[in-house]
């Protein structure tokens, strides 16, 4: 015989045909909910969970999305509108190799941290980095923070869960005696005013290839930010800047006015192939390497480039906010964490002045 519960309480009661005890009970939407087991135990506990769920306002709205199934709406709703093309195909890549594989069949509400730890775990003994582990644990968090927003889940399995946090190494960079050897040689290449931008303003290898004459204002000798190249797989296209304040004015030295004004056209790309395309970044990055090598040099990402212009301008005492601002960081907490290795050199500077002043 069942045994009924209050009005809005739900129900425990027993199949005749089966002898299984099942828990019933009715959610806020109108919807009836049931848990089947051969133990009443089991479908109390359950029948508990609910009603505390709905009274906390955490009731999940589907208990049978897999977390493969939940990851591809998580990608074409909401990653497809919110992030850069190039992150979604990273994230793509992470979500069909790595993750879908180990943990893809899992229910996304039976999902718990023993599931992700085993996960990371097993990638890291398959050879795969810490910082890939990290960034694949940055995907779970992202995307299952979405979850826990639209209430499939009741809390987010990441929040219980120690990624691993690989070694923070320094950048890479040039020293201002290397910067002069490679500016050297490759001055008489049409590509120059490209390594002059990065090495001078800092800006982002898409940035710099998308640029446009609209953005350029040499009478005044300001670039405007506003758009990045981005080449998915061999297809070149235009799309926003890393992130809002990546929108910004750089103020260009009187050389990088030079080089542009000897290339100065009406519109379009600044930099194009000899058909007017916009250049390929493979393209550049493999002419920057091989520049590197004929120069002498040690190898490093075109991206380095970057981090060569912050670190000589905050050894030549550059106010960190106008570096800050200059690369496009939201705060100036991540100027500083990234540029930390600069930082004590500085201060002995600075103590060496102090003793200068005082004496």
């Keep these: 015989m069942a045994s009924r519960r209050a009005k809005g309480e739900g129900s425990i009661f027993r199949e005749k045909s089966t002898g299984y005890w099942v828990a019933e009970i009715t959610l806020p939407n109108g919807k009836k909910r049931r848990k089947r087991s051969k133990q009443q135990q089991v479908v109390k506990k359950w029948l508990l969970d609910q009603r505390k769920s709905i009274v906390d306002n955490i009731y999940v709205n589907d208990e049978r999305i897999t977390v493969a199934d939940y990851l591809d709406r998580f990608m074409s709703e909401v990653a497809a509108h919110t992030l850069a093309p190039s992150t979604i195909r990273s994230y793509n890549y992470l979500i069909r190799d790595h993750i879908k594989p180990e943990i893809g069949r899992v229910h996304l509400v039976d999902?718990?941290?023993?599931?992700?730890?085993?996960?990371?775990?097993?990638?890291?003994?398959?050879?795969?980095?810490?910082?890939?582990?990290?960034?694949?644990?940055?995907?779970?968090?992202?995307?299952?923070?979405?979850?826990?927003?639209?209430g499939r889940i009741i809390r987010n399995p990441t929040d219980a869960v120690t990624p691993p946090r690989p070694a923070k190494k320094p950048p890479q960079t040039l020293s201002a005696d290397e910067v002069n050897v490679f500016?050297?040689?490759?001055?008489?290449?049409?590509?120059?005013?490209?390594?002059?931008?990065?090495?001078?303003?800092?800006?982002?290898?898409?940035?710099?290839?998308?640029?446009?004459?609209?953005?350029?204002?040499?009478?005044?000798?300001?670039?405007?930010?506003?758009?990045?190249?981005v080449d998915i797989q061999g297809n070149v296209m235009l799309g926003e800047p890393k992130s809002a304040t990546a929108k910004r004015n750089i103020t260009l030295s009187d050389k990088a006015i030079e080089a542009l004004r000897q290339r100065?056209?009406?519109?379009?790309?600044?930099?194009?192939?000899?058909?007017?395309?916009?250049?390929?970044?493979?393209?550049?990055t493999r002419h920057f390497h091989a520049s590197l090598e004929k120069a002498g040099l040690k190898r490093m990402r075109f991206h380095d480039l970057r981090h060569t212009a912050a670190t000589l301008l905050l050894q030549a005492h550059v106010h960190p906010k106008i570096v800050q601002e200059m690369l496009g960081h939201s705060t100036i907490v991540l100027t500083l964490d990234t540029y930390s290795h600069v930082i004590p050199g500085l201060q002995d500077e600075a103590a060496n002045e102090m003793d200068r002043i005082l004496e």
């Design 111 to 150: 999902l718990r941290p023993e599931h992700l730890q085993s996960l990371y775990s097993l990638k890291l003994n398959a050879g795969l980095s810490k910082r890939t582990v990290q960034y694949i644990h940055a995907i779970l968090r992202r995307s299952l923070n979405e979850a826990l927003r639209s």
């Design 183 to 229: 500016l050297k040689s490759v001055e008489d290449h049409h590509w120059y005013p490209i390594y002059l931008l990065a090495i001078t303003t800092g800006m982002r290898k898409g940035e710099i290839l998308g640029l446009q004459w609209e953005d350029v204002d040499l009478e005044h000798g300001v670039i405007n930010v506003q758009r990045t190249l």
């Design 264 to 284: 100065q056209l009406d519109e379009g790309f600044v930099f194009t192939t000899s058909t007017g395309r916009p250049i390929s970044q493979r393209n550049l």
